[in-house]
């Protein structure tokens, strides 16, 4: 059986992150590597395995996650699209029926505000699992472009992020995303202007998971 770590292991799928890792570093953007894949992979499992979706279901959303941000090898423009088709081929490759990775693969292709819609359990997990990491260990400290005057908003925020999870709260059966923001380098408002578009995808998703999406910034409840 195809497993995460599986998927992790694969010669393929290293050498193909490597590369993606190289362009996104090339173009000076957030860190998106095996960092953020590992986290998005085990948060959109986590999300999942609460709401009760079966192991592998939950196994699914977890693939999902550790390659959906494959795309970037290619181009960062539409790298959702592209890293679909990518994780689709490596996926049958390795011995996954069709079915379930095409469903991979719609999941991926979505998972990008720009163009992307939660289309299933497993897309809207991982919409939630991939807007939820931000955190100051993304910005590149060692990029000659971080001589601070040169800080873009990306940067700002994701620099201002001490501390950023989500949960499911099984009581209140809402999916919250905490985050703790160092307002000295970036007010709510940045943080807003950045976001406010991925958080109405997040809204979305958790609707169409039957749940309720809760943003709380600095201990206080905003959505
Ligand atoms: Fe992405
Ligand atoms: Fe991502």
Known sequence: MITVQSVKED??????MYIAENQIEALGFTEHSVRHSG????????????????????EMARIAGYLHDIGNSINRN???????????????RMGMKFLDAADIMMAIGNHDE??????SDITSALIIADKADVHKSRVRTNSTRMSTDNLNIHDRVNLAA??????????????????SIDTQICSVMDYFEIYFGRMQLCRRAADFLGSKFVLIINGSRLV
């Open 78 to 92: 539409d790298h959702a699209q592209n890293g679909a088709v990518l994780a689709y081929h490596i996926l049958t």
């Open 114 to 119: 720009s163009k992307g819609l939660p289309v």
């Open 11 to 16: 010669a393929e799928v290293r050498a193909i």
């Open 39 to 58: 986290i998005v992979s085990k948060w959109a499992g986590e999300i999942l395995e609460a709401l009760g979706a079966d192991p592998w279901r939950v």
């Open 162 to 179: 001490e501390k950023s999870y989500v949960y499911v709260d099984k009581q209140t059966n809402e999916i919250v995303l905490n985050i």
